[in-house]
Nanobody
Framework: QVQLEDSGGGLVQAGGSLRLSCAASGRTFSSYTIGWSRQTPGKEREFVARISWSDASTKYADSVKGRFTISRDNAKNTVYLQMNSLKPEDTAVYYC?????????WGQGTQVTVSS
């Protein structure tokens, strides 16, 4: 079973940048789609970005397209989410996930707070 540890959140001013990391242990990321979702209190978790491990194809939510970049480091078994031009509405707990078949395995979450 794969375990995920996400990190890199923090407090940043609007217009700033953060890089989130999602490190896997237990099993390699090979053949998994890895992604990020985010959640704010009282709202459902929403998709942010994902990357295919096989061909590195990516997909982004419209709200982050052009500002966020998801990437992978095979050697480190780690996926990154580079977040630029952050906005207050990006404030949320960010969770990485791995699709193991049709079941997502989640990290513990990392808080991102963007001040105006």
């Amino acid at each position: 079973q794969v375990q995920l540890e996400d990190s890199g959140g923090g407090l940043v001013q609007a217009g700033g940048s953060l890089r989130l990391s999602c490190a896997a242990s237990g099993r390699t990321f090979s053949s998994y789609t890895i992604g990020w979702s985010r959640q704010t209190p009282g709202k459902e978790r929403e998709f942010v970005a994902r990357i295919s491990w096989s061909d590195a194809s990516t997909k982004y939510a419209d709200s982050v397209k052009g500002r966020f970049t998801i990437s992978r480091d095979n050697a480190k078994n780690t996926v990154y989410l580079q977040m630029n031009s952050l906005k207050p509405e990006d404030t949320a707990v960010y969770y990485c996930y791995a699709m193991v078949g049709i079941v997502p395995v989640w990290g513990q979450g990392t808080q991102v707070t963007v001040s105006s």
